[in-house]
């Protein structure tokens, strides 16, 4: 959240002195607050920070790590900015910065003490600009009453504050990034107004709903109770959500486990291709949506291989051409078995196209060109590079530079060129780690065909018609070249026909 | 566990009490709109706020939200109805004049404008559910305007005595929303326990504890507005709902991933359909014919949502198999495979990390039932009835034809097994079960 950096910064020299000098700032603005109050504090008053401060404490002590799911709630800058007018900008200041020094937790010290400096100048700063466009101030609230005079002379003066508070907060934190990251301060400003702007008017909203039912509706303390509760079953939502994602992003793991599970000389193979795609998203300036279409569908692009049969799978060399046909219906097998999940939508296609060639050539479909959709062109550059570095029985793993070259050999063939190049500029910015076994595993690997491997492209799949592009490799290919299959292959049935046809007799 | 009487665990369903919800919910507004009727004629002012809140209920009803676990509520309707039924000085100086009759039928007409839409769409209105949201509404409204608590004086007019400590009134709001929760809840659950033949206690129990976060919520809401009315006038209801707005919009995202879950979950049941090892559609059956056995056990919500993954999940384990068993059918595999099986499987889902309850089912599913008695070994009743479930599937066949006779010698070959096999207080539930789905075939 914005009271504290997101990466814990090193606590280097400069940044101690900078905090050390914010928080000499904030004692020196809170003394002087309180020396020369605006207001006498009554009997109410006390009471109402007596309750705010003991609130502060629960909030911040409640506070459960973030669970990613972006929207998180700050109880204690509702309770900041509601105690502006509730107590008056001394109090508030007193009520955020004691809270964060009080947090619950092994934070270091110097962390501590700049969370309640921030939150201290957080409230004073709130308040004397609340102070400063006329806002009234705990018992003279009482006297208005009716919805647009409260709006216009206590939620407008409240919102302009809480836009105030909101920029104590970047400003400050932008000076510790900086001086711990070198992050240039007005990117760091821009960046945290954009991503907790609107909650803090969501924040500057509540408070005055609780400010208007502690005053003049006169329910006094217990409003927080009432205000809160609604606002701690939504976090509490907010987490569940949190956490049932997680949980399904797992589960969605088991789906490529299993795979793994039948085709075991692939594992790590679909998790390999997702981190590299998604690499390369970056230099093919994809959309967020699209990176994630992307991610899911290079981690289940091979999904369908359980429809294939495991003696396929495991010892491909020793099989007829009608077998290894089998073998190309697990792209739209895929398909057929995630098509149900309705966040995959968007990854059907590229599931379904990973195998198609820029040539045309491919399967299933056989589209060519711009009619195979990005994500599917990313997946087969990727695909076959993770083919190529891996070791196999036949063959040592190649190195990712000699690994590029035979990818780039195939570009405007197999491949589409500006996803080649892509793979390019990927590799100049990571290290890729090639994939290795030790010899017991190769040896149980003997007679494995991974179909994924441009070279043993040629065997698993007879295109409809030869392409007068398509030069088969030579130096490089080890394997028999299979006689040509008797009739082209005949296109792969996507409808429901095709888990009644795999199916065990 | 104990066992309750059958003839009283199936009054709800006899009674068919999800059924007289909705009548008993009619009776009550058309009672409500004839008091209506018959009092005092209610000033302009009176109309306004009526029209206001019965708008703002119709909304909350078009906006209905799915609670994880699949029920329906309408938290902004409720919030708006409680308010409405608790509303007193609207603005300075201004008394509402109208009773409970008038705020029951005001929400009646809220609530059934906002089923209009989902009619026209012809997607099907809960009946009961909207009932017992209804009657909630209705019980604040009596307890809270009429129900004399002190000196002859409802909560209502006790307010003015309170002026000085309008906690008092706020903490009586949310005391006279709980109640009104309560009844809801104990309607939703009689509507349940006789629609889904479950025990009574165990729908009350699950709905108590799963509604409680979110009625927390909505008892504070509908206080917030009708205590904000005094100051801020009618303008309080839409101002005071953004809390609660809230609370829903993070509610539906939870039941949104909880969705996606369950999609992801049967996705992966039928990797083995795909694979050709099972017979097509046969974990979805397992788990749907499963499910009905754990509920009628009295099975917690919680333990019913694992049951149910599980049971989609129980074939999984074949996946890893070489070949094929024929037919799919891991009831006439031999017990050591079955064992293994079920142990694979329970290995590939105890790999996400995150489905170690349905793992811990997947494990002891081929175990038969006699190591309970003998060994004192604990099998969870998750994995007895899912044991039981698998073996009727696959004795029953793709058999579209002859099915009477199917049954009948699949339920004799389960009977073999009773005791020894198969854990008998399952096997009945079973029967109850197939006993009500061949009712409603013959029925309809």
Sequence with gaps: MTQAPAQRPTWSRGVQLYVCAVAVVAVVAVVISIVKPPHSWERDQWVAFGVLLALGLVSVAVREPDVGSKVTFSFLSIIVISSVVLTGPAGSAIIGGLSMALERGRRPLIARLFNASMFALQGLVGGLVYVGLQGPIAEDVKTISGAGELLLRVGVPLIIADVAQMLVNAVLLAGVVRLSTGM??????????????????????????????????????????????????????????????????????????????????????????????????????????????????????????????????????????????????????????????????????????????????????????????????????????????????????????????????????????????????????????????????????????????????????????????????????????????????????TETPVGEQVRAP | MTAVRPALRDLPSRLRLHRLLPVLSVAVAVGAVAAAVAGAPLPLTDWWILAVFAAFIAVGEVNRIVLPGGRETAPMSLAAGYALAMTYEVGDEHQVAFGAGVVIAATSVGMLAGAVPALLRRSPVRADDLAARFLSVAVVALLFRHLEVWNGEPLLTLQDDWLNYRWVTAVSMVLVSGIALLVQAFCVALAIASRDHRPFWRSLADEVRQGAGLGAALAASGTLIALAERPMGIVALPVFLVPLVLTQFAIRRFAGVRETYGQTIRALSRLTEIGGYTRRDHPARVAALSVAMGRDLGMSDRDTLDLEYAALLHDIGQVALREPIPGGATMMAAPADQDRIARDGAGIVRQTGVLDHVAVILESQAKPYRQVRELGEDLPLASRIIKVANAYDDLIGEARARRARKHASAIERIHLGLGYEYDPRVVEALIRVLDRRAAVVDGG
């Design chain 1, 184 to 493: 240039p301060f007005r990117r760091f400003i821009t960046q945290i107004v954009s991503s907790s702007g609107p909650a803090y008017i969501g924040y500057g909203v509540i408070g005055f709903l609780l400010i208007v039912l502690w005053l003049p509706a006169d329910v006094g303390p217990f409003s927080a109770v009432l205000i809160l509760a609604p606002l701690y079953v939504a976090r509490w939502a907010f987490v569940q959500f949190g956490e049932e994602q997680r949980a399904h992003e797992r589960t969605l793991s088991a789906l490529v486990t299993a795979v793994e599970t039948k085709d075991p000389n692939a594992a790590g193979h679909s998790g390999r291709i997702a981190t590299l795609a998604e690499w390369m998203a970056r230099p093919l300036s994809m959309g967020a949506q699209d990176v994630q279409s992307l991610r899911y569908a290079a981690m289940l692009h091979d999904v369908g291989k359980v429809g294939v049969p495991t003696r396929i799978l495991r010892r491909p060399r020793e099989l007829t051409s009608a077998d290894l046909e089998a073998l190309t219906h697990h792209s739209a097998l895929g398909v057929v078995l995630v098509r149900e999940i309705d966040f995959l939508r968007g990854s059907l296609d590229g599931i379904r196209h990973h195998h198609e060639r820029w040539d045309g050539l491919g399967y299933p479909d056989g589209l060519v060109g711009d009619e195979i959709p990005l994500v599917s062109r990313v997946i087969a550059v990727a695909d076959a590079f993770d083919a190529l570095t891996t070791d196999r029985a036949e063959r040592p793993a190649a190195t990712p530079m000699e690994a590029l070259r035979q990818v780039e050999q195939r570009r405007g063939r197999q491949f589409d060129p500006q996803v080649v190049a892509a793979l390019g500029t990927v590799l100049e910015r990571h290290e890729w780690p090639v994939t290795t076994f030790d010899e017991e595993t190769l040896e149980r690997m003997r007679g494995y065909l991974d179909h994924d491997d441009p070279v043993a492209w040629e065997r698993v799949w007879t295109p409809p018609q030869q392409s007068p592009l398509d030069v088969g490799p030579t130096e490089v290919d080890p394997l028999p070249r299979r006689a040509p299959a008797a009739g082209a292959p005949v296109g792969i049935p």
